[in-house]
């Protein structure tokens, strides 16, 4: 009787890497795939489901390897994965196991991290989605049990059992901008739940096909007693807008990152991307900067390279920065304007894979073909930063 092959989840292959477990990772994606994104410290070994690895100096890699502790494998859906692990059994490995899912899964991990405030009726929770790098959020009122999503990806559900974890009914739904690098969760969550979907009210503009509640600068959401104001923040986006919550921290969507700023020419073409930065220079100096320095700043993404290692902080970490640390650290915010578009729109970094698809489906110019191109369309990490 074949020996039955040990699977684990992305959860688990997180919980060990996070810990530091000895373990020989291995992915047998097609060399451009691993190479476009992969988990950091994977081996790439490419196995074809009928060819397998066809060649004796690939066995003896992965006998080289099996030294270094036992084998995972994954491969982009745990099919491929799955042939190669059963094949390590019969060559006389014991210790194998295949990640369930694969990389499409690990696409879809997720951490949640409570965020300290000032405040103690307010609740603050940042949603991480661990391998695109999308940072989400939760604001409730402890008091009123009440709780507003902002930025939610299409694993909506993440966020609803974030809320739910934290004794809070969500009442409504933001989004921070069209967003280019991922499906917006935003729209179907509020409909499902039967609560109003908020947008900057510039929204109009992209040619949004449905229906949204417009904020405008200086309005306010409010849950119990924690007001969330409005900022327009136009640059990366026409429509982008900031949320102040309890006048503490700001969710910056696209617009300052803690590591950098969004980047201008996704919305307005390389051509104008240069009108998209002046835009984005008179936000973070007359409206962000404008506010105090102990201001938090959250934003909506996190860098991750081609290894799924974050620019700062790590999965499971909070991702965020005093305004008056970033005032001093971060150069985009010491240049003069005619710098600060020079830089935006010198050295424009690769676009997103498929985002104009990703923002025709954002603004309801689009619909999906099913679960399979939604992943598809995500696979990898975000690239919105400058």
């Known amino acids: 009787m074949a020996k039955l092959l040990a699977q684990m989840t992305v959860e688990e292959l997180a919980d060990a890497l996070d810990a530091g477990e000895e373990m020989t990772l291995i992915d ?3 060399p451009e795939s691993y190479e476009a994104w992969h988990i950091a410290g994977a081996a790439n070994i490419p196995y074809h489901p ?16 099996a030294a270094s502790g036992p084998l995972v494998a994954i491969c982009g859906k745990g099919l491929t994965s799955t042939s190669f692990g059963f094949e390590l059994g019969t060559r006389g490995y014991d210790d194998v196991r295949v990640v369930k899912g694969g990389m499409e899964d690990w696409s879809k991990l997720y951490e949640v991290v409570e965020v300290e405030t000032e405040n103690p009726e307010l609740y603050l929770a940042q949603v991480q989605r661990r391998a695109k790098g999308c940072l989400g959020y939760v604001v409730g009122s402890r008091a009123a049990n009440e709780a507003v999503v902002v930025d939610a990806t299409r694993q909506s559900e993440q966020f609803e ?15 921070t901008h069209v967003h280019a690098d991922h499906i917006s969760g935003g729209r179907s969550l509020a409909s499902r739940l039967g609560v109003p979907y908020y947008m900057g009210s510039n929204a109009t503009d992209r040619d949004v096909e449905f229906d949204f509640v417009a904020m405008d600068d200086g309005d306010t959401l409010s849950v119990g007693n924690i007001d969330i104001d409005v ?10 807008v900031a949320y102040l919550v309890g006048g503490e921290a ?3 969507g696209d617009t300052l990152f803690v590591e950098s700023v969004g980047r201008t020419e996704l919305q307005f073409g390389d051509n104008d991307a240069g009108t998209g930065a002046e835009l984005l220079y008179e936000t973070l100096h007359e409206s962000i900067l404008e506010l105090p320095d102990e201001t938090r700043i959250l934003p909506g993404h996190v860098s991750v390279d081609s290894e799924g290692r974050f620019g700062v902080a790590a999965p499971g970490e909070l991702v965020s920065a005093r305004l008056g640390d970033l005032r001093e650290s971060l150069d985009f915010l010491t240049m003069d304007e005619s710098s600060f578009v020079e830089r935006i729109t010198g050295d424009l970094p690769e676009k997103p894979p498929n985002y104009e698809r990703i923002i025709a ?23 919105c930063a400058a």
């Open 361 to 383: 489906l954002n603004t309801g110019r689009g619909s999906l073909d099913g679960e399979e191109e939604a992943t598809q369309l995500e696979l990898g990490p975000n690239n």
């Open 28 to 30: 047998t994606r097609p």
């Open 161 to 175: 059992l974030a809320a739910s974890d934290a004794g809070l009914r969500i009442v409504g739904v933001c989004d």
């Open 231 to 240: 900022l327009h923040a136009p640059g990366h986006t026409s429509e982008m």
């Open 250 to 252: 700001l969710l910056t």
């Open 50 to 65: 009928v060819d397998g690895l066809g060649s004796d100096w690939d066995w003896e890699r992965v006998s080289d390897l």
